[in-house]
């Protein structure tokens, strides 16, 4: 079975909505609030630093988000994450499945997004466990990065980007 990857863009945010994008030098986070003003779904990136791989790879740390914003978080954070080192990867340890739908369909969009193939040293003990499906073994494996900040400027275009360094 093949999961449908639902992605809200910039132009689903209610009009008192918005996207933080906070950048530091130890993450990079994009976030936003549903209508009560409560934070509703985040994607946050750490920078690491592994041996055979070049330097600038953040990893993510966390995810979680409602209503099919969740994609458009990922975007923001690679696009971020492009800007400021090489390449945005899973977490090195687990992927959910809805999780690992938004790398497969980062992978399967080799227009706009750019897949970087790990060292093994970074997956192949992961890779065998039983309990993870063959799109989160997948997922696992790969880097992503794009050239141009399409989710970012389209934001900023309609006014919904709040930027903020910590």
């Known amino acids: 079975m093949t999961n449908i990857l639902v992605m809200k863009g910039p132009g689903d945010l209610t009009t008192t ?3 933080t994008l906070v950048q530091n030098a130890r993450c990079i986070r994009a976030s936003y609030a549903d209508t009560s003003n409560r934070i ?15 330097e600038g790879l953040w990893v993510c ?5 409602t209503d ?3 994609p458009m978080l990922y975007h923001a954070v690679m ?3 492009s800007t400021a080192g090489w390449a945005f990867c899973s977490d090195r340890g687990a992927v ?3 999780a690992a739908a938004v790398w497969a369909a980062f992978k399967a969009d080799p227009i706009n997004v750019q897949s970087h193939i790990l060292p093994q040293s970074l997956w192949r003990n992961l890779v065998t466990n039983d309990r993870l499906t063959e799109e989160q073994k997948e ?7 794009k050239e141009r900040q399409v989710v970012l400027n389209e934001l ?3 006014g919904k980007l709040v930027t903020a360094g910590t």
Not at 139 to 145: E, M, P, T, V
């Open 17 to 19: 909505q918005s996207i």
């Open 40 to 54: 509703a779904g985040t994607v946050v990136a750490y920078p690491h630093t592994y041996e055979n791989v070049p």
């Open 61 to 65: 740390g966390g995810a979680h988000a």
């Open 68 to 70: 099919g914003y969740g």
């Open 79 to 81: 696009e971020q994450v």
């Open 96 to 98: 959910s499945t809805e």
């Open 139 to 145: 997922a696992l494996k790969y880097a992503y990065s």
């Open 156 to 158: 900023r275009r309609l």
